[in-house]
């Protein structure tokens, strides 16, 4: 079994698993709602969707959503719930390693785009930046502190600042500002229940309303 296969076999299980515990809807993203409930309703890319709960939320709010994963069974699930809910998602199996979604978007969403597979994170997501419309946002979300019921308790793991993030996606500066680049603690909720206080580590970027070699 390849390393792609293995990583989407780690991904359908986790997935079993959670729905088997937690059958309820999944919630949306904290960070998320507070970054995109602000603003207009346009086109949306959420990167790594999960249970759906991102890609739900911003639907019932007027998004229209295309929401990709490398699990075949959390994206069949999200499809089915989406369309139960008369909700315009998307739901598309994508393997980030090698494929992006087509589409141009007025936001992008990363959140919490880690795996213990090799991923190529920052090429996938300079990609993204490409996909975003002018005027449009990059979001990045990501864990700056080990929850207790994180797939990885590593205890010299280290988290790259937003500012890191940033960096390393190397943007052009004349077409990409930095919105936010933060690193705030909240009290989350984990799959089964349990609670702690964690640190996320937020990007958002926004596209310039123009294009800088007149390409739109």
């Not at 990885?152 to 077409?175: C, F, G, I, K, N």
Request: hydrophobic share 40%; net charge negative; aromatic share 6%.
């Amino acid at each position: 079994m390849d390393t792609q296969d293995r990583a989407a076999n780690f991904w359908d299980e986790t997935y079993r698993q959670r729905a088997a515990g937690s059958p309820a809807t999944a919630k949306v993203n904290a960070r998320l709602a507070e970054i995109a409930g602000p603003l207009p309703p346009g086109t949306a890319l959420d990167l790594g969707c999960g249970a759906g709960g991102d890609a739900l939320w911003l639907a019932a709010r007027g998004w229209r959503v295309t929401a990709v994963d490398l699990s075949a069974v959390t994206v069949r699930a999200l499809q089915q719930q989406a369309d139960r809910a008369g909700l315009p998602v998307t739901a598309l199996r994508v393997d980030l390693a090698d494929d992006f979604p087509a589409g141009a978007f007025d936001l992008v969403s990363a959140q919490y785009l880690h795996t213990p597979f090799a991923l190529d994170r920052a090429r996938a997501l300079r990609t993204a930046a490409e996909s975003v419309n002018p005027g449009g946002r990059l979001v990045v979300v990501d864990h700056g502190s080990t929850a207790p019921w994180s797939w990885s308790q590593d205890p010299d793991v280290r988290y790259p600042s937003p500012r890191e993030v940033a960096e390393e996606l190397a943007l052009d500066p004349a077409e990409w500002s930095v919105v936010r680049a933060d690193s705030p603690q909240r009290q989350a909720t984990g799959p089964t229940g349990g609670t702690a206080t964690v640190v996320d580590h937020v990007l958002v970027l926004r596209r310039a309303d123009w294009d800088p070699e007149g390409r739109r």
